[in-house]
């Protein structure tokens, strides 16, 4: 072989090298430490695969027509709010991606919540691995130890069971999943300009990231502040990388203002019952108490004890800006703020760190907008990120050294540091310990409650939570007894919900409900009257005190008293009515209003609203149908009858009966 075509055939092997390096850039050890992360963040959660749906599953998953509807209903997904299969359009929210893979789960295997706690853990758990292998590359300048320390840290940190657990928090999980990818492979098209196409696929990860929810525009402003700190880009070629990424910014925008109505689809009143903020007296007590929070927040980071599901009216008292915690925390977070700015020209890994976590809270903190939740701890899980970075630099700073580590074998990599992984081993055997535990409480909405009321005595709507789950314990009881018991302890902890919010109106109506199984109607009657005196009275607080009225119908009737009998079934219809204009989608509402007609002779009326509840309501099909059959009945179409009772026999073989 010539002497020219050796140097050929040398410079191409050089430049398949160099292509390979590009596009596979990580090392044997690389790849083994992404693994142990995976593999810890897994198995740290394993625990909730088991798990039933808890806190606000059954809003999102388990009441939704839409997502029991299952895979058919994907484009449906696409065109309607978030919680549209539940709350229709009083849903403020339009986040897609989730619905849509709880949708195809539930059609997977329906009623099964393990399947979507598998998938919540497994994208946890995939979601680390990638945050590692990204920082490795993008901090390839830094110890490798500094993105293996902030990764395993984030990985195990309790203050995330309250995403991983709760499988409604898959939204937080795909926004975090395809944020960090579209990072990755934007860092991978910076390497080589010449793959454009990773380009393309990093606009793509962030639109589903933003069709996850709406929090991933954050990533707008973190994805090009870290080209800025860790890239020699300059900045005519950065600009136009971080402008593409207004493409599909605006293109969500669009399409969830035309689902919503409105580009910010905000709620127009946000109640004292979900934030606290509301309570304020006036906007510096408002953002003193937003700064007590914030405060809060770093302590949970740094001593994540203890944990709650529910941190709103009135576990924080709101607060003045004389309060020594808001001083200290407007100190902290301005020094923090000013120590990034100051070194953002100088681009540290620190500053870098500081601005993660503040951009990620400025949408939650309520400080320049006011949301829904006055806090809580799936707030601080994108943002927690930086706070593991800031950790992991200052223990490899003090312990380690942060200048580039040459790659190892794993042995090497472990024994070269003996004080950062003996400390990285006690905090993470600490942390693991908290999150596996913290898990355990989260097995169903009853455990949860029952861990988290004695920690906040204080919080109204845990004591509602509570109150919840023991009306559904005395309602599944079949001894007298029992069912009574439950039901007391039900009112009793209602009663303390309202004692602490007067305002609270779900509880004052589930008060009426508590009576009203106790058979004391007279005091159900007065929780009832004054749950609808409030404008926002849910439709199911309506249509228990129609149902009400529609039991004494039916006393009165059997006992001869026509005239009071109708009177009554008249004030049901009316409730009913009112149910169902409040909450169009509340199938059970549909389905006694339509008894209702039914009772009163309207049987093409009974006919319609039966069908609409049949809309709504994928479980109680066999016996909606069978209704339907029954008004047709009624109205002398014999075979429109068969038709619809045929239809509830083949969903359930109780109703074969009535065909003969």
Not at 153 to 172: G, L
Not at 633 to 639: I, R
Request: net charge positive; with cysteine; charged share 20%.
């Amino acid at each position: 072989m010539s002497q020219k075509k050796r140097k050929q055939n040398k410079k191409t092997s050089k430049k398949k090298k160099v292509v390979k390096s590009l596009i596979n850039p990580f090392s044997k050890l690389d790849w083994t430490l992404a693994g142990i992360i995976l593999g810890l963040s897994f198995l740290v959660y394993a625990n909730t695969i088991g798990h039933d749906f808890a806190l606000d599953d059954n809003s999102v998953l388990v009441d939704s027509h839409i997502v029991r509807g299952g895979v058919k209903n994907i484009g449906t997904i696409f065109q309607t709010r978030y919680r549209q299969g539940t709350f229709g359009d009083a849903s403020t929210t339009y986040r897609p991606v989730s619905i849509a893979m709880f949708a195809t789960e539930w059609s997977i295997s329906p009623e099964t919540p393990s399947i979507h706690h598998f998938f919540n853990v497994l994208f946890y758990a995939m979601a680390c691995g990638l945050l590692f292998l990204t920082f490795r590359r993008i901090l390839k300048d830094y110890s490798s130890w500094i993105p293996f320390i902030a990764t395993v840290v984030f990985a195990v940190h309790p203050v995330h069971t309250e995403v991983v657990a709760n499988i409604k928090s898959r939204d937080e999980i795909m926004v975090f999943f395809f944020g960090i990818l579209s990072l990755y492979l934007i860092w991978k098209y910076i390497q080589d300009e010449s793959q454009k196409k990773f380009w393309g696929f990093s606009l793509l990860a962030y639109a589903l990231a933003l069709f996850s929810k709406e929090n991933a525009v954050n990533f707008f402003i973190l994805i090009p502040m870290t080209i800025y700190f860790f890239s020699k880009l300059p900045m005519d070629r950065l600009l136009p990388i971080a402008g593409s990424f207004l493409v599909p910014t605006l293109i969500f925008i669009g399409i969830r203002a035309s689902i919503l109505g409105s580009a910010t689809g905000i709620e127009s009143e946000i109640h004292l019952i979900d934030n606290f903020l509301m309570g304020a007296d006036g906007i510096v007590q408002e953002k003193a108490t937003a700064m007590l929070v914030m405060g809060k927040y770093l302590l949970l980071l740094l001593f994540p004890y203890p944990l709650i599901c529910d941190y709103n009216y009135n576990y924080i008292p709101v607060t003045n800006a004389m309060d020594w915690r808001v001083i200290l925390s407007v100190i902290l977070h301005v020094g923090m703020l000013a120590y990034a700015l100051m070194n953002f020209k100088k681009k540290t890994l620190l500053s870098f760190a500081i601005l993660f976590y503040l951009v990620n809270m400025a949408l939650y903190c309520n400080l320049f907008i006011v949301i829904g939740a006055g806090m809580g701890e799936r707030f601080l899980f994108i943002s927690s990120f930086g706070f593991c970075l800031a950790l992991a630099y200052g223990l490899s700073y003090f312990l380690g050294g942060v200048e580039q580590t040459e790659n190892t074998e794993l042995n090497d990599f472990f024994s070269k540091k003996p004080a950062l992984i003996g400390i990285l081993a006690v905090v993470t055997l600490v942390f693991s310990y908290l999150t596996f535990d913290r898990n355990r409480d989260w097995y169903d909405s009853y455990s949860l409650y029952e861990a988290d009321l004695p920690k906040a005595p204080t919080s109204s709507r845990l004591h509602g939570y509570m109150g919840t789950e023991f009306m559904k314990r005395g309602k599944d009881a079949t001894d007298e007894t029992v069912k009574n018991e439950y039901y007391d302890k039900a009112i009793e902890v209602y009663k303390k919900a309202v004692e602490i919010h007067p305002g609270y109106t779900e509880a004052i109506g589930q008060l009426g409900l508590g009576y009203f199984r106790k058979n004391d109607r007279a005091t159900a009657a007065q929780y009832y009257e004054r749950a609808i005196q409030d404008p926002q009275c849910k439709g199911s607080i309506y249509s228990n005190y129609g149902t009400m009225h529609f039991m004494e119908y039916q006393r009165l009737y059997s006992e001869g008293r026509v005239n009071e009998a109708r009177e009554r079934l008249n004030v049901a219809k009316e409730l009913f009515e009112k149910g169902v204009k409040r909450q169009a989608n509340y199938s059970d509402g549909w389905m006694n209003l339509g008894s209702t007609y039914g009772s009163l002779g309207n049987h093409a009326k009974a006919i319609e609203c039966f069908k609409t509840a049949l809309t709504y309501d994928p479980v109680n099909k066999a016996q909606l149908n069978y209704f339907i059959g029954t008004a047709y009945k009624n109205l002398g179409q014999s075979q429109k009858s068969r038709e619809f009772i045929q239809k509830a026999a083949r969903l359930d073989s109780e109703y074969a009966k009535y065909l003969k």
